[in-house]
Each structure stands twice: as structure tokens, then as C-alpha cells.
């Protein structure tokens, strides 16, 4: 019997499909996060704790350093946390005038494809990004937005 390999003839093991990891990471979504994003009115909070403050407001003398809900962070690392390929970014296209959405290529040294949707500040970008990335992370659990 011969193991399943890659393109470079590697084969393809648990180990290298970072199981450990997945199975971890998808228990703690299913355990911590997704029953508040199943909540059709707490997903609106979230998203509107999002929305107020993209990119987190800066900390003001005298003031404690603006945190997001317990829930809100854990949700933005689970966000990140996905493959590089096919990835939405955002892409300064004029300088503090213009971001636009972009999606990463599969291969490394790909070409970055800058989508159309464009918008006049980085923290509306960001927000934008956030509900494609909720919204896709949510439809592999069958939640819908």
C-alpha cells in the first residue's frame, strides 16, 4: 500500500496536514465562539462591536486601552488563521485616500488580483473583510448571516 503524496512526491501524514492543530482549533470555534455567532442577535453585536472600531482606536493618555469582547477577539484570531492562498488583504491603491480588496495568489510569487470593491478608509476595508471572512467561516459551519 502506497501514502497519498503531494506534488513534490512528499507524502501526505496527519503531521503535515497540521491535524493537531485543525481538530483543536475547530473544537475550541464549536465550544467558544460559534454558539454566540449562531445567536442571530449576538451576531449582530459582534459585527457592530467590529464595525465601531476596525482597526482598534488608539490608547489615550490617562485612559485604559480600548479592548473588543472576549468573544470579538477570539473570532478575529479564528479569522486569521486560514490559508495564505485565495486570502482576501486589503491594498493601499492611493495613499490614504483609496484601499482596496485583494485576494493573495495560491502559489507563492503569484499575481495579487485587486478586486473592484474599493473603499475610502483602511477601517472600511477592514470591516469588509471581516463579514467575507465571517461569512465564509460561518457557511462551513452551516450558520448563516
Known amino acids: ?12 501524514t496527519a503531521l503535515r496536514q497540521d491535524y493537531a492543530f485543525k481538530t483543536v482549533d475547530d473544537f475550541n470555534f ?21 464595525k465601531a472600531d476596525p482597526l482598534y482606536s488608539p490608547t ?17 484570531d479564528r479569522l486569521r488563521v486560514v490559508p495564505t492562498g485565495g ?12 484601499f482596496a480588496v485583494a485576494i493573495l495568489p495560491e502559489m507563492r510569487g503569484g499575481t495579487v488580483e485587486i478586486t473592484g470593491e474599493l473603499y475610502p478608509t483602511r477601517g472600511e476595508a477592514d470591516h469588509a473583510i471581516f463579514l467575507k471572512r465571517l461569512g465564509a467561516l460561518l457557511s462551513e459551519y452551516g450558520v448563516e448571516m
Open 1 to 12: 500500500m502506497t501514502a497519498e503524496t503531494d506534488v513534490h512526491g512528499i507524502p501526505i
Open 30 to 50: 464549536r465550544m467558544y465562539i460559534l454558539p454566540h455567532l449562531a445567536d442571530p442577535v449576538r451576531l449582530a453585536e459582534i459585527i457592530a462591536e467590529h
Open 60 to 76: 489615550q493618555p490617562g485612559e485604559p486601552a480600548p479592548l473588543y469582547s472576549q468573544t470579538l477577539v477570539r473570532l478575529i
Open 87 to 98: 486570502k482576501q488583504i486589503i491594498v493601499e491603491t492611493q495613499r490614504n485616500q483609496e
